[in-house]
C-alpha cells in the first residue's frame, strides 16, 4: 500500500508537472479557444444569421467533409441525435436489434431506445478497446439466420438491422474486419466515431467505413461547437436525404411551407459552426499536442510496472482524445480514483457497462470477459490540449 502510494504521488505530480500547474484543479478535458471562435462569432451576431441558416453551417460541414474525406458531411444539434438519425437512415425500425459494444458512452444505447430498437452486446477487443471483429462473428454464427439476404436473432425472432462499433477514446477499432462480417451478415454498419475525429485506420479517418459515421462535438471533445454533431456518408443521395430530414424535411419553396416527410429540427445553429469552423483550423495542431502529451504520458508509465499506460492499436494514428491508464486490479484503480481526485487531478473510471443498467439488464449478451477486465482496471487521466507546450 505504501508503495502504491508513492506511485499515486508521484504520478499526481508528473501531471501538475506536464500542465505546469501546480495547485489548482487539472480537468479531464478543458477546451481551448485559441483562433478566430470570437472573430467568426461576432461576424456571425453582426451578419443577425445565428440560426439554421447561414454560410458556416455549409463551411463547416465542407471542412470536415474534406478533412475527413467523406463524400458529404450533415451537421446535427450533438451527437446523440446525429446517432439516433443515423439509425433511422439506415432503416432500423421499432423492435429491430442493433449489434453494439457494452464498454461506450450511453448515447450509443439511448440513440437505438429512440427507435424502440433493442441492443445486443458484442464483447471487445483488450487492445483496441473497440467491438471484437472475432467476438462478433463468432456470436453471429452461433445466434443467427440469414433469410432472403435479412439477418435474424434465432432466439427473438427479430431482425438484426445494424451494428454500431465504438471507437474508444479516439483509438480505432478493427473497422475493415468489422465492414467484412457486416457485409457477409446483410448488417449495415455506423460506426460511433464521437471520441475520434483526427483519427485514422490504415490512414482512412474513422467514421468513413461504414454507411454512417457519427462526430460530436460536445464541450469536453477533441474539437467543440458548445454541443453539436455531425453525420459522414459516402453515399451522395443518402448524405441528401440526411440533410432533407434533420431540417424538418421542408421542400424548397420560394414562400410555401411544405413538408413531405416527419422530419426533425437537429440542424446545428450557426452560431454553433461558427465555433466549428474555428476549431478545425486548430484541429490539427491540437491533435499533434494530444499525441505528443500521450507520448509524455507513455515514458513516464513505462517505469512504472504497476500502471500501464493504453498505446493505440497497430495501424492507426489515434487522437488520443482521452488518455487512459490500466491499473492491476478494483482495488487498485478505486485508490488511484480516490488519490488523484482528492489532490484536485481530475480522473474517471470508464463507464459502466451498459448491460448493468437498468434499462439494459436484460439485452441479450456475447461474452463481455474482455470488456469486464477492462472496465475494473481503466481510469481516464488529464487529457485536454495544453497550451504550454
Ligand atoms: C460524446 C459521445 C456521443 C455523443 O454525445 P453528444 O454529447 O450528444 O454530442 C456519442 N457516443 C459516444 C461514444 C460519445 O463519447
Redesign the pocket.
Known sequence: MFRMERIFENTVDFIRDLYKESSSLIPLHAPVFLGNEKKYLEECIDSTFVSSVGKFVDRFEKMVAQYTGANKAVVCV??????HMALMLVGVEVDDEVITQPL??I??CN?ISYIGAHPVFVDIDKETLGLSPIALEKWLTDNTEIRSNICYNKTTGRKIKACVP?H?FGHPCKIDEIVEICKKYHIELIE?A??SIGSFYKDKHTGTFGKIG?L???G??TITTG???MLLLQDEKLGNKAKHLTTQAKVPHQWEFIHDDIGYNYRMPNINAAIGCAQMENLDSFIQNKRETANQYKEFFNNISSIDFFSEPENCRSNYWLNAVLLQNKKERDDFLAYTNGNKVMTRPVWKLMNKLPMFVNAQCGKLDNAEWIAKRLVNIPSSVNCLL
Open positions: 450533438n451527437g446523440t441525435n446525429a446517432l461506450t458512452f448515447a450509443t440513440a465504438m474508444t460511433d464521437a471520441e457519427v460530436s462535438f460536445n469536453n471533445k454541443g453539436g454533431g
